[in-house]
């Protein structure tokens, strides 16, 4: 069974960065894409970014956050400069077993099998 853990989030100000870590363990291949998702109260899951067989940025964060991958710790880092409140949001990771070679497919959340269990990010104004 896969196991998937994020870490780093915490409180930040508004302007300041974070960086959260993502590791899936447990299986025994190499998985194409890791992906970090984020749910605000009241909100949506939404796409935040992936990193993989290629590398993806949502609009509300190109600039600002960057994707990087470790593909032989099977990690993925979310790197997050100039934070604003409207960032706050649980972060959750994702792990997907697909291979496509569009970016569309891995910007939804049916193409992630397995998932951790979120880290809350706060920004504060």
């Known amino acids: 069974q896969v196991q998937v853990v994020e870490s780093g989030g915490g409180l930040v100000q508004t302007g300041g960065s974070l960086r959260l870590s993502c590791t899936a363990s447990?299986?025994?291949?190499?998985?194409?894409?890791m992906a970090w998702f984020r749910q605000a109260p009241g909100e949506e899951r939404e796409f935040v970014g992936a990193?993989?067989?290629?590398?993806i940025h949502a609009d509300s964060v190109k600039g600002r956050f960057t994707i990087l991958r470790d593909v032989a710790k099977n990690t993925l880092y979310l790197q997050m400069n100039s934070l604003k409140p409207e960032d706050t949001a649980v972060y959750s990771c994702?792990?997907?077993?697909?291979?496509?070679?569009?970016?569309?497919?891995?910007?939804?959340?049916?193409?992630?099998?397995?998932w951790g269990q979120g880290t809350q990010v706060t920004v504060s104004s």
């Open positions: 990193g993989g067989r290629m590398f």
């Open positions: 447990g299986g025994t291949v190499s998985y194409p894409v």
């Open positions: 994702g792990v997907s077993l697909e291979y496509h070679s569009d970016e569309d497919p891995y910007m939804r959340l049916r193409a992630y099998t397995y």
